[in-house]
């Protein structure tokens, strides 16, 4: 099962959104989705759905790996 960085990481190249567009419209730091999807750093619950509003899935996508 893919971890919560490689479901960001997956879905944000399918939309063809770059790192710095990410992080601009969820309002971090470009080094942050990088550690996001590096599996470095778990987003928090406000970042997770704020990430599923830009990237329009669902935030249980992510929740079903974390349990949140």
């Known amino acids: ?5 490689e479901k960001i990481k997956n879905i944000r190249e399918e939309r063809k959104m770059s790192l710095e567009e990410l992080a601009l419209r969820i309002r971090v730091g ?14 928090d619950t406000q970042t997770l759905l ?6 329009d899935v669902p935030a249980s996508d992510f929740a079903k790996e974390t349990g949140v």
């Open 1 to 5: 099962m893919a971890s919560i960085g």
């Open 50 to 55: 704020k990430i599923s509003t830009v990237l």
């Open 30 to 43: 470009k080094h942050t989705i990088e550690k996001y999807e590096a599996d470095e750093k778990t987003p």
